[in-house]
T-cell receptor
Framework: NAGVMQNPRHLVRRRGQEARLRCSPM?????VYWYRQLPEEGLKFMVY????????ESGMPKERFSAEFPKEGPSILRIQQVVRGDSAAYFC?????????????FGSGTQLSVL | AQKVTQAQTEISVVEKEDVTLDCVYE???????LFWYKQPPSGELVFLIR??????QNEISGRYSWNFQKSTSSFNFTITASQVVDSAVYFC???????????????FGEGTQLTVNP
C-alpha cells in the first residue's frame, strides 16, 4: 500500500530552465494538493486539483507556475524559467474524504535547488 | 482568514523529559479541523492527528497526547518521556470543512523545532 510518491527527491536547475515535479497520489485518492515550503518557513498552499480539473489555484504564483492532474498518470507541477527564489521544498498531498472530513497524506517532497 | 501560531520556534530537552508544543489558531468558521504533522530530518511530513472542532475530548496515543481547548483556540501537543527519535519539526495546521471549490486547504503554523538530547 504505497503512500504518496513524489519524484524526483532532489532537483537541481539553473536559472531559466524548467522544473517538472511529479506526484502520484495514494491508491484510491482523487484529490491532490501542492504545497511549497520556503527555507525556514511553514508550508504554504499552492493548488488543489481533482482528476483533469484545477479546482483552486489561489496560492499559485501568477506567472511561470502551472499544475495538472491528468486522467492517467501523475500530477505535475511545472515551473518555467526558474529563478533562485523558487528554491524550496515542494510537497504533494493526496486525500480521500470520509464522514469526518478530509485527511491529507503528504509525499516526501521534492527539494528544488536553483543555481 | 485563518491563522495558526506556533510561538515556540525551537525547544531543546533532555531525553525522558516531557515537552509541550503550543498551537494557537484563528478562524471565523464554527466547524473546522486541526492537525499535527511531524517533519523529521529526512524531510517527509508525517501525519499525527486530525481533530474536529466539535469534538473537544483530549486524545492520547502512546507517548503523544493532545489538549484541545476551544475556549482559548489552542491545540497543544505533549510528548511524554521524550526520545531522541522525537527530534523533528512539528507543524500545527488548520483547515475549513472541505468544499468542492476549495478542498481542505491547510493553513500551517511556522513549526517548532524540537531537539531531544541524549
Amino acid at each position: 500500500n504505497a503512500g504518496v510518491m513524489q519524484n524526483p527527491r532532489h532537483l537541481v536547475r539553473r536559472r531559466g530552465q524548467e522544473a517538472r515535479l511529479r506526484c502520484s497520489p495514494m491508491k484510491g485518492h482523487s484529490h491532490v494538493y501542492w504545497y511549497r515550503q520556503l527555507p525556514e518557513e511553514g508550508l504554504k498552499f499552492m493548488v488543489y486539483l481533482q482528476k483533469e480539473n484545477i479546482i483552486d489555484e489561489s496560492g499559485m504564483p501568477k506567472e511561470r507556475f502551472s499544475a495538472e492532474f491528468p486522467k492517467e498518470g501523475p500530477s505535475i507541477l511545472r515551473i518555467q524559467q526558474v529563478v533562485r527564489g523558487d528554491s524550496a521544498a515542494y510537497f504533494c498531498a493526496s486525500s480521500a474524504r470520509d464522514g469526518l472530513g478530509e485527511k491529507l497524506f503528504f509525499g516526501s517532497g521534492t527539494q528544488l535547488s536553483v543555481l | 482568514a485563518q491563522k495558526v501560531t506556533q510561538a515556540q520556534t525551537e525547544i531543546s530537552v533532555v531525553e525522558k523529559e516531557d515537552v509541550t508544543l503550543d498551537c494557537v489558531y484563528e478562524t471565523r468558521d464554527t466547524t473546522y479541523y486541526l492537525f499535527w504533522y511531524k517533519q523529521p530530518p529526512s524531510g517527509e511530513l508525517v501525519f499525527l492527528i486530525r481533530r474536529n472542532s466539535f469534538d473537544e475530548q483530549n486524545e492520547i496515543s502512546g507517548r503523544y497526547s493532545w489538549n484541545f481547548q476551544k475556549s482559548t483556540s489552542s491545540f497543544n501537543f505533549t510528548i511524554t518521556a521524550s526520545q531522541v527519535v522525537d527530534s523533528a519539526v512539528y507543524f500545527c495546521a488548520l483547515s475549513e470543512v472541505p468544499q468542492e471549490t476549495s478542498g481542505s486547504r491547510l493553513t500551517f503554523g511556522e513549526g517548532t523545532q524540537l531537539t531531544v538530547n541524549p
